[in-house]
């Protein structure tokens, strides 16, 4: 299973809202990783987990929060975002968060603040 | 100046041509990937190199580390490789460091 799955594939919500993205991977990755892409443009780094514990926050706005509840799985809690935030956010996997790992991509989530 | 940079940006091509995708880094790295992504999102890891060069079905990925530039060919093109190819490169860590990605438009 070289999968990584994400939930919903799409959301919409209100800036007052609270909503979270979801992330899951059974390759047995220790490294999980939150990108965020805009129309057109290349992936951002948002977040990275290394072994359960957050290692990079690329200084996101704290209504982005992640979760690593266990070494599968990566949640992503949104709270009053703004309409800016639309975008479609990747999750990703990787062995380790050494250079030589490869990183896999899930299919993202399209989400759309109104 | 960024610190990846693909040309062409955009590439349209007749069904069966022969394609390349090139892609400049100015940065050591430790390595190199090839990413396709489809319309509608999802991201699939096509090459991973630090030398020389790999082949999977039609595509062909080549890098030069002494002149940090690095080609993703396609042979015998099809509509479906229509896809944004992006270079991205491993400089330490976990981090990668995107290009802006070649839009690929194969026409039948």
């Known amino acids: 299973d070289t999968?990584?799955?994400?939930?919903?594939?799409?959301?919409?919500?209100g800036m007052t809202n609270k909503k979270s993205l979801k992330c899951e991977q059974h390759m047995g990755h220790r490294a999980m990783y939150w990108y965020k892409q805009k129309a057109k443009k290349p992936?951002?780094?948002?977040?990275?987990y290394s072994y359960e514990k957050l290692s990079i926050n690329e200084s996101v706005p704290s209504r982005f929060s992640p979760e690593c509840p266990n070494s599968s799985?990566?949640?992503?809690?949104?709270?009053?975002?703004q309409p800016e935030d639309s975008a479609l956010y990747l999750c990703?996997?990787?062995?380790?968060?050494?250079?030589?790992?490869?990183?896999?991509f899930g299919p993202g989530t399209r989400l759309t603040v109104t | 100046k960024n610190e990846v940079e693909q040309s062409p940006q955009n590439l349209t091509a007749q069904e069966g041509e022969f394609i390349t995708i090139n892609?400049?880094?100015?940065?050591?790295?430790?390595?190199?990937?090839w990413l396709q992504q489809h319309p509608g999102g999802g991201i699939v890891s096509l090459f991973m190199l630090s030398s020389?060069?790999?082949?999977?079905?039609?595509?062909?990925?080549?890098?030069?580390?002494?002149?940090?530039?690095?080609?993703?060919h396609i042979t015998a093109?099809?509509?479906?490789?229509?896809?944004v190819y992006?270079?991205?490169v491993k400089t330490s860590g976990s981090r990668l460091t995107f290009g802006e990605g070649t839009q690929l438009t194969v026409n039948p």
């Open chain 2, 23 to 33: 892609c400049s880094y100015s940065v050591g790295i430790s390595a190199l990937h």
């Open chain 1, 43 to 48: 992936p951002e780094l948002m977040f990275v």
């Open chain 1, 73 to 81: 799985l990566l949640n992503l809690h949104l709270h009053a975002l």
């Open chain 2, 77 to 83: 093109s099809h509509p479906r490789d229509s896809a």
């Open chain 2, 86 to 88: 992006i270079c991205a």
């Open chain 2, 52 to 72: 020389g060069k790999k082949k999977h079905g039609r595509l062909i990925a080549t890098i030069n580390i002494q002149e940090k530039h690095s080609s993703l």
């Open chain 1, 3 to 13: 999968e990584v799955t994400q939930t919903p594939k799409h959301l919409v919500m």
């Open chain 1, 92 to 104: 990703a996997s990787s062995e380790g968060v050494l250079s030589n790992y490869e990183q896999y």
